[in-house]
């Protein structure tokens, strides 16, 4: 058996070769390409949509430039040449822009459809690999995705040419979604059952421990009554609040085992005497990714919830994040 070492090399030779044509292509991204994504900018702006064509390998890149335009808010289809001649046509509204895809430009099935598109659409934008073709001739803007070589050692099988075409798709959409001022926040709106979507939508008040399972104290209690309160709402810890449920303090489970390692009568005490003063807090509209960031700093097991006022509206432990599934 072989060590794989020639696998290793071929497989490198593939990379390399189109690692070579991106870089080509990145050196000729033009004014073709910005005046591509105003195109298309303009399209969404009058709540159009974006029609994406092509044939063979190309509708396959198509399919894949659709769902990255869609998951970044950016309304696309795939339109089917074929079934376009037969009754699909009428997705292709006025206000609509049209990306067409053929590496060679000369595909029969696209080029008999163009006319009827070009009746419906003010701007055909191309991405070819031929910008002499049909395709090209017919193009409002051409993005030339052209290779001097495929990766397929018998340059025969589209393999750089693809490649082109897919990563200039998905330029147009990353610069389209900054155009567009499109944010995480959005990008989370239409991943709802992703974790990067509950991450994005989740807020502290989401998550936070309140009601009957939040434990407060006022500063004067005993630590007696914290115990009491802490086995009532199975909580770590209770927080101290004054008269206007304004934020005291925190008394811990280890706050607790530390003062009694040092005097076991201490359930007379007041809370005062051995809680955390000013302990760290979060509002209850922050993100819970915020909750995180804050755990990992101060490396606390115990949040307090506040509102805009400073009250005491709940507390998120360390434990309640991997029950949400978020992290």
Known sequence: MSDGGDYI??????????????????G?????????????QECLD????????????SENIATKVCATFNSTGA??????CQNALHGDLGIVTEGDAVLALSYSGE???????????????????SMTGQPDSPLATDSDIVLDVGVT???????????????????????????????????????????????????????????????????????????????AAMKECKAGAVV??????????????????????????IAGDQILNHMTENPVAIQGDKLATEAVRTFEKHLIDEIVVVDSTNKVIGLVDVQDLSRTRMF
């Open 75 to 80: 309304p696309a289809v795939v339109l089917s």
């Open 28 to 40: 000729r991204i033009g004014q073709g390409f910005v005046r591509a994504v105003e195109v298309l």
């Open 46 to 57: 009058r709540q159009g949509k974006i029609i994406i064509i092509g044939v063979g390998k």
């Open 9 to 26: 090399e071929q497989a490198k030779a593939v990379l390399g070769t189109e690692i070579d044509e991106l870089q080509r292509l990145s």
């Open 240 to 265: 101290a609040i004054n008269a206007d449920g304004g934020l005291c303090g925190i008394f811990t489970h280890g706050d607790f085992v530390r003062a009694y390692q040092e005097n076991c009568d």
């Open 149 to 227: 070589a495929e990766a397929c050692p018998l340059n025969l099988a589209p393999t750089s040419s693809t490649t082109n075409m897919l990563a200039l798709g998905d330029a147009l959409a990353m610069v389209l979604l900054q155009a567009r001022g499109f944010q995480a926040e959005d990008f989370a709106e239409l991943h709802p059952g992703g974790s990067l979507g509950r991450q994005l939508l989740t807020r502290v008040k989401d998550i936070m421990r309140h009601g009957d399972r939040l434990a407060l104290v006022a500063p004067a209690d005993t630590v007696a009554i914290a115990l």
């Open 107 to 125: 595909t029969s099935e696209l080029l008999s459809l163009l006319p009827h598109i070009k009746r419906r659409i003010g701007c055909l934008i």
